[in-house]
């Protein structure tokens, strides 16, 4: 596997591919890999004869109160294991590579509507940061297909609706959530959680599931959500929203309505913050 930190280097290696007529496959994390990302190389590997995975922690994407700084940098550990799952290069650049004239004067994307609820309410700027690193991957690497885990549900379909919206000429795909045995689905911020806290948190995934089993039994949306929240207050987590919402734009079901649903939970438990979701269909 080539590792390379500059965007002619990058260039230079995706055109000896392209002149031999390959595809390709690419994975943007931001590092801290874990099995869950692995997956998502397994599933880019399986559909494009090149693969490449970039590592950039990128700091348009966090609060002013939130972890850039003690979001873990594991580089050495992370080239292991992209070489060992099949990625042809790692593009691991430098913020000012990113940014040439500085993240506070970046062109900046905003992807409306979608990004106006649940994590966007509550991480303001978070889903603008997000849309603008992900585009600039995709203008750099000019891939055929990037492959994103469905973990962070709402962050695919923001960069679902970017892509379509400004006609970028690759396809996006959704990886499945992995998760570990007893549920709780893989992240960098579960090594956050101390012992008890682990052994709470697949509560979350708990919570999914009753939800989406009382809304088949047909009881009302809003009061599975208050439900759904007033469980996880009196286990200790404090959330940020438990809902279900039609997947494909976020918005909020008619009463009544059952198909292409999601139920979406965001909580904090201790001092980690955790997300999760499950697809009704």
Known sequence: MQTVQDAP???AAIRGW???????????????LHAGHHSLLKLARARADRVVATVFVNPTQFGPNEDF???????????????????????????????????????SIHVPGITDTLEGAHRPGHFDGVATVVCKLFNLVQPDLAVFGQKDFQQLKVIERMVR?????LKVMGAPTLRA?????????????????????????????????????????RIIEEAAQSKLERAGFLPDYAVIRRAEDL??????????????????????????NLPFD
């Not at 031999?20 to 496959?25: A, F, I, K, Y």
């Not at 979001?71 to 590579?97: I, K, N, S």
């Open 69 to 107: 700084e003690r979001y873990p940098r594991t580089l050495v550990q992370d080239q292991a294991g992209l070489a060992e799952h099949g990625c042809d290069l790692l593009f691991a650049p430098e913020v000012a590579t990113m940014y040439p004239f500085g993240a506070a004067q970046s062109v």
């Open 181 to 221: 045995d007893d549920g709780l689905a893989l992240s960098s911020r579960n090594q956050y959680l101390s012992e008890a806290e682990r052994n709470q948190a697949p509560l979350i995934r708990q919570t999914l599931q009753q939800m989406r089993d009382l809304l088949d039994k047909g009881h009302a949306r």
């Open 251 to 276: 918005a909020e079901p008619a009463d009544g309505e059952r198909e292409g649903l999601v139920a979406l939970i965001a909580a904090r438990l201790g001092t980690t913050r955790l997300i999760d």
């Open 165 to 169: 919206d400004l006609g970028l000429p």
């Open 9 to 11: 280097a990058l260039r």
């Open 18 to 32: 392209r002149s031999q007529g390959q595809t390709v496959g690419l994975v943007p994390t931001m590092g801290n």
